[in-house]
Every structure is written in structure tokens, then in C-alpha cells.
């Protein structure tokens, strides 16, 4: 597999200084990142980091939506890599990439998923709009189980938040470097309310449950 | 304190903002409480006390694992109805209240998988194996649509949820059709 890393290598000063803040509130938590610390790491000035941002909390969240876009894209990739399989192969293919993207930057996922909760209302509204951003993915199941149209509308968020919750207790745990593990789990999350319990059975087993 | 805390949130919130809710005086509060997360967690403790304890009570009046969860999601949704700031205290707020007050957080979740999971006695019954993860994707999965309307300030008519609540929380342990007959009794 190419490495996530290289895939999302910065391109601009000012996407190096975004690496710069995630590498630091990741490895050392939020609240001790140093504004100094980040400039050094970018190889720019405090100076220059004040002209480009107006506070360490702009320059977090702005590093914080790069996290999620670079997430987002990952998953959407391998989803659409797969277009025109079934649905189940395809959400397949979007959660492994999911869980290898976080098994490989597991202290960047700590922080964006675990640590975010506590990091401020600004933060927040962020991660849970990314979380809603899954919901399209989720909702051509719709058209796989003969039930589609009977589902209940917060069918997506059940399934999302089942999911997020196991990744979310598997990192607190402090196992986020092996999320792979849960993959079968999260298939089955996933696909029971569309699927119903056999079919998400099945498809745990084809992955390896 | 919750309804201060869900009001304008954790960070928001300091020991002044609760005094002038209460009309205590500073001494008074730091005669019980030792500082603003102290208080938090007590009220914490209380608030989901009073939740579960409305939860049982609802749920004792019914037999049978189904009736007992509709009744017991029943009195959850309507709890949130009619003290969204609470709920959104106790849902939403936790997260910045610090690491006590998320292992709080994740025992209540545990119980409440616990409750779920007394439908699977009933569901082998009936030749049905619900998957051991089954409780805890249930009550993850309300909790998640219970937090992004908190969350989001959409609380009007929680209520009305109970349908669909009901469908994915059955359908694991009973199987679709089963669900969709929750759907339609809630």
C-alpha cells in the first residue's frame, strides 16, 4: 500500500505549518503546544506564524479540517475505487482504508477523534460535521436490503455512531496502532441496520470475523 | 450546575455563574464542593441517577424485553423533552469536564448495555443469537443520534424518535420483521 504519508505531503509553507501543529497537539496534547514550537518545526518565525494565522486556536482548527479532509478523502477514495461493486464490497473498501489510515497515524487519531471532545465547542462542531459526512456513503445501502425505503430515517447516524464509538474506546484503550483488529466489528456495525443481523454476519466472515 | 452547564456549556460555566443561579454564597458552595469540576461530577452522578431511575421505573411497569425497552427508551426521550438542557449537560458537556467525568460517562454506557442486553435470554427463546457486540452498537448508535441533536439544538420532540429507536434496537435481537412491528406499535 503507498504510504498515507507521502499520498498527503504538504505542498504550500503555509500546509507545512498545519502538518507542523498537528505532529505537535498530536504528540504532546493541545493545551502544551507552544506557538514556538510549531514555527520552529515549520521552519518559519513566530513572526511569520502571527502574519499567517491569528491564534494557536485558528491555526488548530485549520489543521484540524486538513486531518479530516486527508481522512475523509482516504475513505472516499477507496470507496469510489470501487465503484460499481456491490455496496457491501465497496463500504468494505472505505472502512479498511479507514482503519489502516488510523492503525498508521495513530497519535494524529487520538487527537482527532478522542482528544477533539475536549478541546472546545469550535472543535467539536467540526468533528461532528465531519461525521456527516459519512451519511452518503452509508445511505446507497438503502437501495442493497429489499427494506430500503422502511428504514428509518437516522438509519446513517445509528450506524455512524456505532461505529465511531468502538474506534473511539479502541483508542482510548490504547490500541489504536492495531485498529485493523476491529474492521470485522465495524463491518457489522455498520451493515446491521441496512442489512439486518445475517447479512452483516456474512460479510463480518468475509473480512476475516 | 447541569442547567448552567448545558446552558452555555462546560467551559462557559465557573463557580460565579452557579452562585448567581442558586443565590448561594461562595461559602456555601465551597462548603460542599471542592471546586467547579467537584461540583460538576456530583451533579453529574445525580442527574444520571434521576434519568435511570425514570428509565426503571417505566421499565417495571411492562413485561417482556420489548415492552420494558420501549417504556424505558420512552421515559429517556421524554426526559430530554422536558430538560433538554440537562440532557445536553449530561450528553454533550462531559466530554470537556475531564477524565473522571468520561470514566463516568463510560460506565453509564455500560449499563445501559447491560439493560440492552437482557433481550438476548428472550431472543433465544426464539432460536435467536444476537452477536456479542450487538448491545454495545445499539446503545452507541442512540447515543450518537441523541448527542448530534443535543449537540446541534435540535431538541424539539425527542419523543417522536421512539419508532425508529425502537426498530434498531430490536432488529439485532429479533430480526426485521419483528422491528418493523416495533416500528409501527412505538
Not at chain 2, 424539539?156 to 426498530?167: H, I, Q, V
Amino acid at each position: 500500500m503507498e504510504s498515507p504519508i507521502s499520498t498527503y505531503a504538504p505542498r504550500t509553507r503555509r500546509e507545512q505549518v498545519l502538518g507542523a501543529m498537528v505532529q505537535v497537539a498530536a504528540a504532546e496534547g493541545y493545551e502544551s503546544v507552544r506557538v514556538a514550537e510549531v514555527a520552529a518545526r515549520a521552519g518559519i518565525s513566530e513572526e511569520e506564524f502571527g502574519r499567517m494565522f491569528a491564534s494557536k486556536s485558528a491555526c488548530f482548527l485549520e489543521s484540524y479540517d486538513a486531518v479530516i479532509d486527508v481522512l475523509l478523502a482516504h475513505v472516499a477514495a477507496a470507496f469510489e475505487a470501487s465503484f460499481g461493486e456491490p455496496w457491501q464490497d465497496r463500504v468494505v473498501a472505505g472502512l479498511r482504508a479507514l482503519v489502516e489510515l488510523l492503525a498508521v497515524k495513530a497519535e494524529i487519531a487520538r487527537m482527532a477523534i478522542v482528544e477533539v471532545t475536549a478541546i472546545g465547542e469550535d472543535a467539536r462542531i467540526r468533528y461532528r460535521a465531519a461525521l456527516e459526512r459519512f451519511v452518503p456513503f452509508l445511505e446507497e445501502g438503502r437501495t442493497v436490503g429489499a427494506r430500503g425505503e422502511d428504514l428509518p430515517e437516522e438509519t446513517a447516524r445509528f450506524a455512524i455512531g456505532s461505529a465511531t464509538a468502538m474506534i473511539f474506546n479502541e483508542i482510548r484503550s490504547g490500541r489504536g496502532a492495531e485498529m485493523q483488529r476491529i474492521l470485522p466489528d465495524l463491518v457489522f456495525a455498520v451493515m446491521t441496520p441496512y442489512l439486518g443481523v445475517e447479512a452483516a454476519e456474512a460479510e463480518m466472515r468475509r473480512v476475516g470475523g | 450546575m447541569l442547567e448552567a452547564v448545558g446552558d452555555v456549556g462546560y467551559e462557559g460555566t465557573s463557580v460565579r455563574t452557579v452562585l448567581d443561579r442558586t443565590e448561594l454564597y461562595r461559602q456555601a458552595f465551597y462548603d460542599s464542593f471542592s471546586s467547579k469540576e467537584d461540583c460538576f461530577l456530583q451533579a453529574y452522578d445525580d442527574g444520571v441517577e434521576r434519568v435511570e431511575a425514570a428509565i426503571l421505573r417505566a421499565a417495571a411497569g411492562e413485561s417482556g424485553w420489548r415492552g420494558q425497552l420501549r417504556a424505558g427508551l420512552g421515559a429517556l426521550l421524554e426526559f430530554l423533552d422536558s430538560e433538554p438542557d440537562v440532557g445536553r449537560a449530561l450528553i454533550v458537556e462531559v466530554h470537556p469536564a475531564g477524565a473522571e467525568a468520561l470514566a463516568k460517562r463510560t460506565a453509564a454506557l455500560e449499563r445501559a448495555r447491560i439493560f440492552l442486553d437482557q433481550g438476548r435470554a428472550e431472543a433465544a427463546l426464539n432460536g435467536n443469537g444476537p452477536p456479542q457486540l450487538a448491545p454495545e452498537a445499539i446503545a452507541s448508535g442512540i447515543h450518537m443520534i441523541v448527542h448530534s441533536r443535543l449537540a446541534a439544538g435540535d431538541c424539539d420532540g425527542f419523543r417522536a424518535l421512539l419508532p425508529e429507536l425502537m426498530y434498531v434496537a430490536v432488529l439485532p435481537y429479533f430480526g426485521p420483521e419483528a422491528a418493523k412491528r416495533e416500528m409501527g406499535l412505538s
